[in-house]
């Protein structure tokens, strides 16, 4: 697909976000999860627009994508003058896992008036905070001891008690089972009881599939973290779901999650599933959960997926699985490995291809001479965003492997390519 073709698809694709009819906007979605980085520029372009209904799918499609030029764009919109979109760019920020974003959570939390909006920044930042970032704790439990604020907003930052060390929790709960907030004292008692936030029967995992699925994030949360908790029996149906709901990327995001809570020892059916599994973002879901549990034996599954997935060296159309690919590239670089090397050439050297940011970088990590040429030959082609990608990928090989002006690989480029290499260092770089 040309650089035009693309570009027009990615345009209208947005615009049909904006459409009256379901079908249509949950393709387009599916769609743009699908095509990744590439759309992430015009998906951020389309938060200044007038259309609060594409400017609210472009904020989750944003997060979906994960692309850190999102992060930004997203933390501006938490002074956005509408409700809806601050309360999306908060939930949004949640898949941005980092120090800024958190910081950015918190300021807002506090300058923030309405508890709505409020809320879905504690729950974004619970969910940083089980994404890693501890920092994330301290205003999430602020709240929960302030008899001052909102009951409504208390509760929902309670979520974050079960996550804590016992002795921490139990703590807490006594503290808090003398609250003079009824609904609080209430819940620390359930708590310190040994109950659930939710006390629902005791769910099925159609249930929890369900639940998963909900637009309430307590609903799906809760849904969450109960399926990260079962049998190693559950996945295969998981994994079903997933691709019964393949069009939904928000879904196959939230199956992921939940996947890679089960941990590194549940992760045989998770590796296998490449085998069956046929559609898109169920496939790149998978790729990102095996590379999160962190198992090399598992890892190494994906050069299997990487040899069946490749497609004709002259096939024509959109390749739907180039980004599932890419982040499979990227994960067996992870782990230092060339293996699948041969396949990475391949989809270098294809004819009309537009290389996936995943794939620039593996080849930071693992890249060596061989493909610095494809690398420097495919640089005047592409976007100004991914040329930046190729040229740290470029430096970075040429630093790792020594090679110099003086080199023969240098000496032997044609002009053209060249003076793509000019453009990459900079003239006085190789005058050096």
Not at 95 to 111: C, D, G, I, M, Y
Request: charged share 30%; aromatic share 2%; hydrophobic share 40%.
């Amino acid at each position: 697909m040309t650089r035009r073709k693309r570009a027009n698809e990615i345009q209208e694709l947005i615009q049909r976000l904006g459409s009256p009819r379901q079908v249509e906007v949950d393709s387009s979605k599916a769609r743009l999860s699908v095509i990744g980085a590439r759309a992430v520029e015009r998906l951020i372009e389309s938060l200044g627009g007038d259309d609060n209904q594409i400017r609210g799918h472009a904020i989750q499609l944003l997060a979906l994508i994960k692309d850190p030029r999102g992060r930004g764009p997203l933390a501006t919109l938490l002074r956005d003058e509408s409700l809806a979109i601050r309360e999306k760019a908060a939930h949004g920020l949640a898949r941005f896992p980092t120090a800024e974003t958190v910081a950015s959570l918190q300021r807002f939390l506090r300058s923030e008036s309405d508890v709505v909006v409020r809320i879905a920044a504690v729950q974004a930042l619970i969910e940083l905070y089980d994404a890693g970032q501890d920092d994330a704790l301290r205003d999430v439990l602020g709240l929960v001891l302030d008899n001052d604020e909102n009951a409504r907003l208390r509760l929902a930052a309670c979520a974050i008690l079960p996550r804590l060390k016992t002795a921490k929790r139990r703590g807490i709960l006594k503290r808090l089972m003398q609250d003079r907030s009824r609904k609080v004292a209430a819940l620390a008692e359930r708590l310190q009881n040994g109950g659930n936030v939710d006390e629902r029967r005791e769910p099925t995992l159609d249930d929890l599939l369900s639940d998963l699925a909900a637009p309430n994030y307590e609903t799906w949360n809760e849904a969450l973290h109960q399926l990260s908790r079962r049998s190693i029996d559950s996945i295969n149906p998981m994994i079903e779901e997933m691709r019964r709901r393949a069009a939904d990327p928000e879904f196959c995001t939230r199956i992921g999650m939940a996947l890679k809570a089960l941990g590194p020892r549940r992760g045989r059916p998770v590796a296998e599933a490449l085998e069956w599994v046929v559609e898109p973002l169920p496939l790149q879901t998978l790729v990102e959960v095996i590379g999160a549990l962190n198992v090399n034996a598992l890892t190494y599954r994906l050069k299997d997926f990487l040899e069946v997935s490749s497609p004709e060296a002259d096939g024509d159309g959109p390749d739907h699985l180039q980004r599932a690919r890419a982040k499979a590239h990227l994960e067996l670089a992870r782990i230092g490995s060339r293996v699948a090397i041969r396949e990475l050439r391949d989809d270098l050297r294809r004819k009309g291809y537009r290389v996936e940011p995943e794939l620039l970088a593996a080849l930071e990590l693992i890249g060596q001479k061989d493909e610095l040429l494809d690398l420097i030959r495919i640089y005047g082609r592409e976007d100004a965003y991914i040329r930046q990608r190729i040229a740290s990928a470029v430096r970075t090989i040429m630093k790792r492997e020594k090679i110099r002006q003086s080199n023969a690989l240098i000496r032997g480029l044609s002009p053209a390519h060249r003076k793509n290499l000019d453009t990459i260092l900079g003239r006085k770089n190789l005058q050096a």
